[in-house]
């Protein structure tokens, strides 16, 4: 639609979906950079961790075409592991992962978990509460689901009564 030359994708790019993780690595770009400035201006592993909750829910929230085709379509594909999407992707989980190591450090996230088994966890949630939303276009309640996310994992499951 664009009246670009097919040729000229294949030059640039190498093939479509060259093209497509070129464009979602510069979306994911954008989120990785408000990521980063919002964890510098924060203090404490777990309002960062938060804080990085909300804005992941946030971004799958306001662009669910983007959303859609990241968590169904391109993540499901082999090539994803070699693309530049997954980099941009690696650098905001190392940055989650980076948010928890703080947390243990200073004593706020217990010592005896596994930070990377921590991080994914706190990723998967967010991806399962959103994923529904997204697949039914229904509502998603940033703030609800932030809270119930951080409370679940931050407080854990386990009724101290």
Not at 105 to 134: C, T, Y
């Amino acid at each position: 639609k664009s009246g670009v030359n097919e040729a000229l994708i294949y030059r640039y790019f190498g093939d479509k979906r060259g093209l497509l993780h070129q464009v979602l690595k510069e979306h994911l770009d954008e989120f990785v950079q408000r990521i980063s400035v919002d964890f510098k201006d924060d203090t404490g592993s777990l309002n960062k961790l938060r804080k990085m909750i909300r804005s992941s829910i946030e971004f799958y929230d306001q662009d669910r075409v983007f959303s859609k085709m990241l968590l169904i379509e391109v993540r499901n594909y082999p090539g994803y592991f070699e693309s530049e999407t997954y980099m941009t992707i690696k650098q905001y989980t190392n940055m989650v992962l980076a948010a928890i190591k703080e947390g243990m450090s200073s004593g706020e996230i217990r010592k005896d978990l596994s930070p990377a088994f921590l991080r994914q966890m706190v990723l998967g949630a967010i991806e399962h509460m959103v994923l529904p939303a997204l697949i039914h276009n229904s509502k998603i309640d940033v703030d609800e689901y932030q809270k119930e996310i951080s409370r679940v994992i931050f407080e854990g499951i386990q009724n101290t009564n």
